[in-house]
């Protein structure tokens, strides 16, 4: 079956301006995540959605970082007035359910702010 | 302070020679530990789950075993394809996100 998509690929952006990177998770799974993986880096949790409930925004760097998710399927994640330290892959992940259950991953969205 | 700790960071291995790649962690409670692939340009691919010390879980040229304190990725008879980043995380029960180390670069040579 078809597995978590991602996009864009790639997304260049000038310094100040917004983005939004679009997560379409695995039909079916309730739970959705999104995780940022810099350079040198590990990666960073930043939000995740479980079905109708309130979203953990835990892990969300600052308050440019934002999210939702429509009809509990397809996810946006925006930044507002990108940084050149937002520069990362942006990946996304999907599981049947919260809890003990593995996240599958997407193929990413490379951002890089110029 | 790093809650998961990878060594080594890299690892270069002749096409054949096993070897093992270790995760340390520290959490108040684990609900799961969580071994990833990730090839270049790519997502993590999911591996394995670990639940409580002394289990294990195998796939192919690999076998996964956890401890109270670390989890080790043995690789048995690695060939060139085993070559990738391999990734640690835990989940702990005070949430669901995933919490990962920084991976352990492995290159298989032929």
């Known amino acids: 079956g078809a597995g978590v998509s991602q996009s864009p690929s790639n997304k260049v952006t000038e310094k100040g301006k917004d983005v939004e990177l679009r997560c379409d998770p695995i039909?079916?799974?309730?739970?959705l995540y999104w995780y940022r993986q810099s350079l040198g880096q590990g990666l960073e949790f930043l939000i995740y959605f479980q079905g109708n409930s309130a979203p953990d925004k835990s892990g969300l760097p600052s308050d440019r970082f934002s999210a939702e998710r429509t009809g509990g399927s397809v996810s946006t994640l925006t930044i507002q007035r990108t940084q050149q330290e937002d520069s990362a892959v942006y990946l996304c992940a999907s599981s049947a359910k919260t809890g003990l259950y593995e996240q599958y991953f997407g193929p990413g969205t490379r951002l890089t702010v110029t | 302070e790093d809650q998961v700790t990878q060594s080594p960071e890299a690892l270069r291995l002749q096409e054949g020679e096993s070897s093992s790649l270790n995760c340390s962690y520290t959490?108040?409670?684990?609900?799961?530990l969580f071994w990833y692939r990730q090839d270049p340009g790519k997502g993590p691919e999911f591996l394995f789950t670990?639940?409580?010390a002394g289990e294990e879980k195998e796939k192919e040229r690999l076998k996964a075993t956890l401890t109270k304190k670390e989890s080790f990725l043995h690789i048995t008879a690695p060939k060139p394809e085993d070559s990738a980043t391999y990734l640690c995380?835990?989940?702990?029960?005070?949430?669901?996100?995933?919490?990962f180390g920084k991976g352990t670069s492995l290159l298989v040579t032929p």
């Open positions: 039909s079916g799974h309730t739970a």
């Open positions: 995380a835990v989940q702990e029960y005070s949430g669901y996100a995933l919490n």
């Open positions: 670990l639940y409580s």
């Open positions: 959490v108040s409670g684990l609900r799961g």
